[in-house]
């Protein structure tokens, strides 16, 4: 049997629209303590803004608090979704999955405020408040493109695996290569395999920071290749993403469509059957049926 107030925090607690005024202002209400959170995060870095620092020292606990209160919300009332329906199993497989594991991470710093923490566990606190920039990635539930470029990703994950694999065997290569061809006369850059890769890496995207180069001219052949086949190993991805990131925008565009047709039909048939059952007036002379009016159908 359905819990009325847990299905009742599970529909608060997903991302609503204006057809759902509550839901919607939940939303609103957390990404507003996630951007408070985070400029606060921001200044109290900066020189000379340690009232900032403090004030959000003192906010912090009630932010911790709020991410904590959502966390526990969404852990309880997640079985209401047919995903997560099994009690224990359904929480636990929610409880593993990326933005449950985010929201985790967005309230871990906590334990900088467990009495005797740092002498329990090796690990400086600032290392722990590290975690707070977890809180970015909570944001990706309330934005709609985030979730279709996550949808066109996982879309082409196979060809995106191939490119990659096809990527990495190009780093270690290209690395074997100018580290055989350039060891001789330019140990110092090239003295070893992994020390080759950086400078295939950096070539391979075309970033190029100039601190390690070929002098060879063999090996300044080998590396005008690598600089070609790097541009042709990023650009593939990069149209595979675009095209499926279309194809994904089209595809909601038509659901929502669909969805909108579905509540129109609705709202017909409701109407229709209201009508439909809405007694007859008789006429108290004739005793015959009386058309109802424009008015009195729309009504």
Not at 98 to 126: H, M, R, T
Not at 263 to 289: S, Y
Request: aromatic share 8%; proline share 6%; net charge positive.
């Amino acid at each position: 049997m359905t819990n009325t107030r847990r299905s009742t925090t599970h529909r608060l607690l997903l991302p609503g629209g204006f057809h759902d005024l509550p839901s919607l202002l939940i939303d609103v209400f957390i990404v507003g303590v996630i951007l408070v959170d985070l400029f606060f995060i921001v200044i109290s870095t900066v020189p000379g803004y340690e009232r900032h620092s403090e004030l959000f020292e003192q906010l912090e606990p009630l932010v911790l608090a709020i991410f904590a209160l959502e966390y526990g919300l969404r852990l309880w009332s997640c079985v209401e979704s047919e995903a997560y329906s099994r009690p224990l199993l359904g929480r636990l497989r929610y409880a593993l999955t990326p933005l449950a594991i985010a929201d985790l991470l967005a309230i871990l710093p906590i334990v900088a405020f467990v009495p005797g923490f740092g002498d329990l566990v090796p690990i400086e606190l600032s290392a722990v408040r590290l975690f707070r920039l977890a809180r970015l990635t909570k944001l990706t539930r309330y934005m709609a493109s985030v979730r279709t470029l996550s949808k066109a990703i996982w879309r082409v994950r196979n060809e995106l695996g191939a490119i990659a694999a096809m990527s990495v065997l190009l780093i270690v290569g290209s690395s074997m290569i100018m580290w055989g061809l350039e060891r001789g006369k330019n140990p110092e850059h090239f003295g070893s395999i992994p020390e080759a890769m950086w400078w295939a890496i950096v070539t391979m995207t075309t970033v190029g920071y100039g601190d390690m180069t070929p002098v060879t001219p063999i090996g300044r052949l080998v590396a005008s290749g690598v600089m070609i086949f790097g541009i042709a190993m990023f650009a593939l991805p990069a149209g595979l993403l675009g095209a499926a990131f279309t194809e994904e925008v089209r595809r909601e565009s038509q659901r929502r469509k669909l969805l909108r047709a579905r509540r129109l039909r609705k709202a017909d048939h409701l109407r229709t059957d209201k009508i439909e059952h809405k007694a007859p007036v008789v006429c108290p002379h004739c005793q015959k049926p009386i058309f109802h009016s424009a008015e009195e159908i729309q009504g």
